[in-house]
Nanobody, 123 residues
Framework: QLQASGGGLVQAGGSLRLSCAAS????????IGWFRQAPGKAREIVATINWNGVRTYYADSVKGRFTISRDNAKNTVYLQTNSLQPEDAAVYYC??????????????????WGQGTLVTVSS
């Protein structure tokens, strides 16, 4: 089971640290991604990280503001979000890649999803 947490209400320019905790099994050999979905919009990729944390990918819209990291000992992936803007408001989800030891950068390759956490940004 994947559980995303850490969302909330923040003013524009603020920061939040999102966490994606896995329980029941380890995903230490799988890439994990953060995705988001705003009302009326399609779900989009935000950032992904490979199994050992060496490789990362960011959507252009968050590059330089968001940082993805993971702690395999804690079975947790993090998303540090800085300089949040109203357009970052969405439900944020984490998901596990479909195959181990493979680094995917497209949403279709992530097939095990957790429940999301809501991020609201006030202007």
């Amino acid at each position: 089971q994947l559980q995303a947490s850490g969302g909330g209400l923040v003013q524009a320019g603020g920061s939040l640290r999102l966490s994606c905790a896995a329980s029941g099994r380890s995903y230490s050999t799988y890439a994990i991604g953060w995705f988001r979905q705003a009302p009326g919009k399609a779900r989009e990729i935000v950032a992904t990280i490979n199994w050992n944390g060496v490789r990362t990918y960011y959507a252009d819209s968050v590059k330089g503001r968001f940082t993805i990291s993971r702690d395999n000992a804690k079975n947790t992936v993090y998303l540090q979000t800085n300089s949040l803007q109203p357009e970052d408001a969405a439900v944020y989800y984490c998901a596990v890649a479909r195959s181990p030891y493979t680094f995917y950068q497209t949403i279709g390759n992530y097939n095990y999803w957790g429940q999301g956490t809501l991020v609201t940004v006030s202007s």
